[in-house]
């Protein structure tokens, strides 16, 4: 994450969630070579597309301190990423390789692990604050990524915008009222791409529309 947003829309030593801390703690405990804390945002500060998924995976950005990186949720983001530009390599395996984001910044809607991969509604309201922040800080024309539902009514409720006006669909586009661009798809997660609820293809035709977005075509 770059340094300029560091403790704007992030706190690495939040612990406002007493079930959050205390799980992570335990984590810890289990495997001290984990992060095991808040995760923070990846990828560049002042990028004009924020992808925001749900909250770190267990063996994944909770292991790494990346989002999406080190389980099987990041393997299509990644190559997706890097296949329209916004990457400049297909995969993300470590928080200290290589690669890097281009015009682009990952985040996700609870920065802690939550148990059984399900924060509670009141946690994922205390985490708004942050994201609505990061929202708040996105340059004009920008376009939000949303992976699944709880990431699309996360950021609803950061916006102050009313649920019902803004149905979660994949592949759906909603212009809000402040003139930013939202578009929805299915979570990258393991279930969903083995289920073929979510293919590489339909995930790819969701990043061809935003290309052409943030091109103005």
């Known amino acids: 994450m770059d ?4 403790g704007i829309v992030f706190d690495i030593n939040c612990r406002q969630c007493s079930r959050l801390a205390g799980f992570l703690d335990e984590v810890k405990l289990k495997n001290p070579s984990y992060f095991c804390k808040p995760v923070p945002p990846f990828g560049d500060a002042s990028a004009r597309l924020l992808i925001v998924g749900l909250a770190p995976g267990m063996h994944g950005a909770n292991r790494t301190g990346r ?4 389980d099987h949720a990041g393997v ?16 993300s395996i470590s928080a200290d390789d290589a690669l890097r984001l281009i015009n682009c910044r990952i985040s996700n809607s609870v920065k802690c692990l939550p148990p059984e991969n399900k924060p509670l509604p009141v946690e994922i309201a205390t985490c708004n604050q942050y994201l609505a922040e990061e929202l708040r800080l996105l340059p004009e024309n920008s376009v939000i990524l949303v ?4 990431a699309h009514l996360a950021v609803i409720k950061a916006f102050g915008f009313k649920i019902k006006d803004y149905k979660f669909a994949h592949a759906a586009r909603h212009s809000l009222p402040n003139g930013l661009i939202l578009y929805d798809s299915y979570h990258c997660s393991r279930y969903n791409t083995q289920t073929r609820r979510l293919t590489g ?13 943030l091109k103005g075509d």
């Not at 299509?76 to 995969?91: C, D, I, M, R, S």
């Not at 992976?147 to 709880?150: M, Y």
């Open 3 to 6: 340094n300029g947003l560091q």
């Open 67 to 70: 989002p999406f990186t080190g």
């Open 76 to 91: 299509l983001l990644y190559e997706t990423l890097h296949k329209f530009g916004f990457a400049t390599q297909p995969n």
């Open 147 to 150: 992976l699944g539902n709880v």
């Open 201 to 213: 293809a339909m995930f790819h035709e969701v990043f061809a529309e935003i290309q052409h977005e």
